[in-house]
């Protein structure tokens, strides 16, 4: 009989990890790589681990001793929503008979205006998921983890996340009040991104002040983790700087294969056999790459007025961005539709026929040579900028799949997911506290 502990992300209240106990069922000794959960009782233990099921969630488990022999579980109450929870919220979902009633009315233009609203619904509607995952956090820190405030902010978090399905969203008034109370606070420094990736404030937004967490509630655990964190961080950068690669390496030469080998062809044929024909097809591609990712720095350039970007220039609601944090002003939803334009136009933009390359290989000659100029343009940002380089993000955004596919492409058809002699590295060993680092 052993104990172990199991939670479910994004624990945001204290239910949502439990130390259990695990036994030895001879007849279920078949299954492998799935947790078997017992039916008596209450309740589900699924259930207790943020509102899961057992429709295929993935639960975590933590076997090492000093932790699960040392984890006390939390009262069962954080497992429910607060007492009274229902009042703060509204049901937006209609029956399709109470559609159908609307709409036998209307003409038929009205009836899919009327359709579309319905559908578009939890498109169109303003997201608060995150903000109410940032105010749990900041609750968690200055209140604590087990706070009434905390309880009711992380439940208000579960149910903006579950509410496109669901229909169930908080009310705008209670929305207003939550975000004045906590609209001048930041998220504490431990949780923070570091300030090179955080987006640039506004000068029209509110300046915010670091949360404090008083002395009672004692070290929060980020607080004590995250400078031995930086310390292994550094650690393991001595050791793969001590690997000999080149960690400023102007490519990847992996990502730039596809690009490099059409054009050694393109100039080939052209220099031993005069035909320009492929040479044409290539620049080509190269020209709609580069406009194409104009348009995405069109995205977040101060300036809208020379943004090659048609996209840029019409921004949300039809007006431009006029500063380059509007972007980030944006409600989730819309950046994320401004980003999938982008990367809608480099799939199905290029129309041009092409003889000397196949539909294939004219992919991955795109994806790839999306990498290079990008790594072009971080170069020049690098030179402009006195060192800093640019993000590489939109070949990513663009390309991903088939970038990631070129660096995992290994021979006979196999893919290698880690590159030796990454590999050993990133596992960290078990012995860490007992060498005294922590």
């Given at each position: ?16 990890a ?6 030895d069922?001879?007849q ?6 799935v ?10 233990q699924?259930?207790i681990l ?11 488990m933590?076997?090492?001793p000093r ?21 703060h ?22 009836s899919?205006r ?7 619904d939890?498109?169109t509607?303003e997201?608060h998921?995150?903000?109410y995952?940032?105010m ?10 087990d706070?009434?405030?905390?309880h ?6 579960f ?15 209670v929305?207003?009040?939550d ?6 606070l930041?998220?504490?420094?431990c949780?923070?991104k ?17 949360p ?13 983790l995250n400078?031995?964190?930086k310390?292994q ?9 001590k690997?000999?690669i080149d960690?400023d390496?102007?490519?990847?030469l992996a ?15 052209q ?5 320009v024909g492929?040479s ?12 194409n990712r ?25 007006s431009?961005?006029s500063r380059?944090?509007d ?10 539709q401004?980003?999938r ?5 480099f799939?199905?933009?290029f ?10 290989e004219?992919?991955?000659?795109m994806?790839s040579?999306a ?11 690098a ?8 993000s590489l993000?939109?070949a ?5 799949k ?7 492409e290994?021979h006979?058809?196999v ?16 012995n860490?506290r ?5």
């Amino acid at each position: 009989m052993t104990f172990f502990e199991i939670f479910r992300n994004p624990i945001k209240t204290p239910s949502d990890a439990r130390r259990v106990k695990a036994v030895d069922y001879p007849q279920l000794r078949e299954f492998t790589d799935v947790l078997l959960f017992s039916i008596n009782g209450e309740r589900s233990q699924a259930s207790i681990l943020a509102g899961g099921d057992y429709d295929g969630d993935t639960i975590c488990m933590i076997a090492e001793p000093r932790l699960v022999n040392t984890f006390t579980n939390s009262s069962l109450k954080f497992a429910d929503p607060p007492a009274g929870f229902n009042v703060h919220l509204e049901t937006a979902a209609r029956s399709g008979h109470e559609i159908l009633n609307t709409i036998s009315s209307l003409n038929e233009a009205e009836s899919i205006r009327e359709l579309q609203m319905v559908l578009l619904d939890t498109v169109t509607r303003e997201d608060h998921c995150g903000s109410y995952s940032n105010m749990s956090d900041i609750a968690t820190y200055i209140h604590g983890y087990d706070s009434a405030k905390t309880h009711y902010l992380s439940y208000m978090h579960f149910n903006e996340l579950d509410a496109a399905k669901s229909g169930v969203r908080v009310k705008k008034a209670v929305w207003k009040k939550d975000r004045e109370e906590f609209r001048h606070l930041d998220q504490p420094a431990c949780m923070r991104k570091p300030e090179s990736k955080r987006p640039r404030r506004s000068e029209t937004q509110l300046e915010k002040e670091e949360p404090q967490r008083p002395q009672y509630l004692g070290p929060f655990v980020l607080d004590v983790l995250n400078p031995f964190a930086k310390k292994q961080e550094e650690l393991y950068s001595k050791l793969i700087e001590k690997l000999a690669i080149d960690e400023d390496a102007d490519y990847d030469l992996a990502l730039l294969q596809p690009f490099l080998s059409a054009d050694h062809r393109a100039n080939e044929l052209q220099r031993d056999e005069g035909h320009v024909g492929m040479s044409h097809e290539l620049k080509g591609i190269k020209i709609f790459v580069k406009s194409n990712r104009e348009a995405w720095r069109g995205l977040f350039e101060e300036d809208k007025s020379n943004a090659g970007s048609q996209l840029a220039q019409t921004g949300s609601q039809g007006s431009a961005f006029s500063r380059a944090s509007d972007f980030f002003r944006l409600p989730k939803a819309a950046r994320i539709q401004a980003k999938r334009e982008i990367s809608d136009a480099f799939w199905n933009g290029f129309t041009s026929q092409l003889k000397h390359f196949s539909e294939g290989e004219a992919r991955r000659v795109m994806c790839s040579y999306a990498y290079y100029h990008a790594r072009e343009k971080a170069r020049e940002s690098a030179a402009r900028e006195g060192g800093r380089e640019g993000s590489l993000a939109y070949a990513f955004v663009v390309a991903f799949k088939v970038l990631a596919g070129l660096k995992g492409e290994g021979h006979d058809g196999v893919y290698w997911t880690f590159v030796e002699p990454f590999h050993d590295l990133m596992v960290p060993r078990r012995n860490l506290r007992d060498e005294g680092r922590l």
